[in-house]
């Protein structure tokens, strides 16, 4: 894990050949492949890589020029190629739950989520303490129906000058507008408090509480603009039964949404996430 | 397990001493309490309860009486009393999907579900030598958009001549008419290939495919005249990911279905499933 | 859930009549019964019970001392009260894996968890500022071949003058000596990063590498004098495949593990756990 | 699914461009991959693969010829090729437990476990009636403490006979012998009713019960000569309590038997499934 690697991630049109002129760029080069995937989507017709690299036997931008000419162009490719020496740059929005926010913190810190933690976000000015004492900077900025425009428009250039790659959605109780959902989109990831697509929009418990159902979960997807309809990264569930009050479905709950939050931030991460239409392939 | 006993379901409205009452009459007469189960509901301000109670100490009409006489009038609570030597007489319907039909009779000739088989009703011809030669009545009632005023009459005079305690729709690819469900309301165990409410209707695993979730899932739940939306018994799920097709989900939902569809029916059998509005108390 | 309880653990030989005399008890004195669970184990031949009852109808002396009286002593039953107003006192032992320490803290502030914190003591200096930010003593008790009576005793006294009711051991990575078991027996909660009886002992995760399986667990149990065999409270799992790393396992494996000592030490604040032998009766 | 095609599994020690030759070959001839899956295994330091290609570029034979010369000899390569319209022979061995029999033909049946049922061996007559309802072979071989060495060599001359692919135990409960493991080595897939390693032997239930485990499992393995160590294809679990008798495991454990025993069964007829040392590799 620690040595150094190139990830790739690609899709192109499918046809016969394509692994074989992938894979033998990198043999020519002598570039060690240390994981691969393929994937052939049905749907789309898209054919569909990630593959690590190990990083020993060309420099980045000479990769990328080589892999442009010689494979990517012929292939009708669109890819991207990561450096695992360069940490992707998260920013956390938040509002007054504060569960997922440390358990991000706690993962970050324990070094179990690879990345930078350049600055939480909230409209309530409650964990400024907690944040600042970990030396990451805290932006409060409030948000009511007159400044909406505003705070977006400020909070679209924060993230922008921290050259922000991933935004996190820790329970930030906000709808963003379509402006900023548009503006980074594939980087903004949500946590929603239920198995989607059941129990879409507020108070998902609530509706999950008079439904009856028996099992409650948790979605973790990229934001669009159609509220909580966004490709879908990760999701998981836990039992309940009918002695579940919504208080304690709530407290339940906040484990799988924690956990699936990481597991999804953690795909997006490693570039393991790409998406196809409105759905995600997570090469795990 | 193989000694008889009774099993008493009961709700009333919630109030001191309801528990001391009920358990208190069992003790007066030496009924040894096997096992017991109380739930307040908020919602309904209900107290449900379940306790199975040793059959030596009484005959099932003594009581009868005795326990409306002492105990129910008093506390004006509704209440059922089973005697675990009588088997609940169980119908199944089904269409073309063999998986569930095959793993109930399975069960059944386990003797892993506690019930008599009465009849299968299907409105297709294929599972007739497979049913009878169980030793189980098949009756075939085609349905089509002119005979299905007729057909459900039949089914019904069927059912009730069968004198069915339970009929279970094993993937029955008809909706029910109204009169129908009416007639046999909490009576009638569905199966449904999804994990709802996410992906009512037809083709739920086609939806699933394209809504692009994680895990997929089956719901079991008493029939009522709004499709796919009686009270919930059971729910599970699977794990699915980007490269499993419709037809795959499909066939991994299988298990799920069959699992789930057992273990909703088994816990009919057994008296433990109280209806509290549109939701269920399973006493397990 | 915020009107104060009393919640009633007991156990005592099985008969005829103990709920009638339990719950007529309650009864006669007004008491509201919240929730209540019954349960005869069929090995020991014990009736175990545990009830919250409202307490608005009696003062918890006076309580202690009739229901000694009326019920206790005829049923030859041993049994404790506790008081919702009264929270459960806390200390962690830590070595120098951080994920459950945080995690308890996270789940503290939050307010998920019902205890008072009153202390952390590690092997290890490292957690020394992280805990005194979050106001919570920190006791720094270095374990060597040498010095290991001395410091379990420091540690006893420690515990002992903080009057504490449940001790944690967050992945604490010493051995606890016999002396040390038998003084706070059915107090001492670890969480074993196995699903149990699998991989005792250390290094669990390579072990479960070297077998192959496709599942690993995590475990909260009891602490007794045997390592790793206490009474289990809470277990858990999640998938694997032959693609993850012994390093990968450990950091999946973090999500289990904290989850499942926070639901095993919840399942002892709320006065859930019972001990039958080396088993435990969890009423959830 | 219906469309034919080869599948190609092969293992070989690790090294730069193995991917490029393999698929490099396929391109050269037009065969176009349908799904692949690489892995490289750090303890082994072999590499292991399994790719789908459509039968249509070239008969059978003259691809085995081909990539024996042109890519495996090169590559040191050991390798297998199957083509997906010869369906693989299984024979099923039973006692007296009927789950899993009346599971795998409930399966067959439906055509969701591509095979040919070739026959089932019991020693116990109880199912010879149902076998040949389903005109599928049965034949009785009773096995006592003095016949054993005739019986497996009946036995493993019958399995010869029917050209049998993989033998499938479905809860066989005696003890296959030394000689007939080595015979049919890779080719023998157990159930065992509990989650390995936990739990080895006679009456694990019975085991799990004392050991008061929260959780139980099954697990579906290859049968080598040491009992219940073979190479673990697939394991799952469900929850139990306290509550929980013996009986009542058992009987929800056969759930988990049925489905585990499946899915690994699937895994070995899909050749999804290569073993490294005592661990598998299975490529879903």
């Given at each position: ?18 692994i074989?002129k ?14 691969s995937?393929f ?7 898209g054919?569909?890589?990630?593959l ?6 060309m420099?980045f931008q ?10 990517a162009?012929?292939l009708?490719?669109?890819w ?13 929005l938040?509002?007054?739950?504060e569960?997922?926010?440390?358990d991000l ?21 409650d ?13 409060y900025?409030?948000i009511n129906?007159?400044?909406k425009?505003?705070?977006?428009f ?9 050259q922000?790659?991933?935004l ?32 879409i929009?507020a ?6 509480y ?5 099992l409650i ?22 039992r ?15 484990d ?6 990481a ?5 997006h ?5 790409l998406?196809?239409n ?5 090469f795990?």
């Open positions: 894990m620690s040595e150094r690697f190139y990830t790739l991630n690609a899709s192109c049109p499918d046809q016969v050949g394509i074989a992938v894979t033998g760029f990198f043999a020519k080069y002598n570039g060690w492949i240390l994981s995937h994937f052939a989507d049905e749907t789309s017709q054919y569909f890589m990630r690590e690299v190990r990083a020993d036997f420099d000479s990769l990328k020029i080589l892999f442009e000419k010689e494979v162009q012929d009708k490719m669109r991207q190629l990561f450096d695992s020496s360069i940490l992707k740059r998260v920013a956390i938040v509002s007054k739950q569960h997922c926010l440390f913190f706690s993962r970050w810190r324990a070094k179990d989520l690879n990345m930078e933690m350049v600055c939480v976000i909230s409209n309530h000015p964990f400024k303490e907690f944040v600042e004492w970990h030396k990451v900077d805290f932006h900025i409030p129906e007159n400044n425009r505003e705070a977006y400020k909070m679209a250039n924060l993230i922008q000058n921290y922000t790659d991933a996190v959605l820790a329970r930030y109780m906000q709808i963003l507008n379509k402006e900023f959902c548009a503006q980074f989109q594939g980087k903004i990831i949500n946590i929603h408090h239920s198995f989607l697509p059941s129990f929009g108070k998902p418990y609530h509706q999950a008079q439904s009856g159902v028996k979960g948790a979605t973790c997807h990229y934001v669009t603009e159609e509220l909580d309809k966004g490709p879908i990264i990760e999701q998981d569930i836990i309940i039964d009918h002695s579940h009050s919504v208080e304690e479905m709530i407290l339940r709950g906040k799988i949404e924690k956990n699936v939050l597991r999804g931030l953690n795909y991460l490693e570039n393991r996430v998406i196809a409105n759905k995600t392939i997570v795990k």
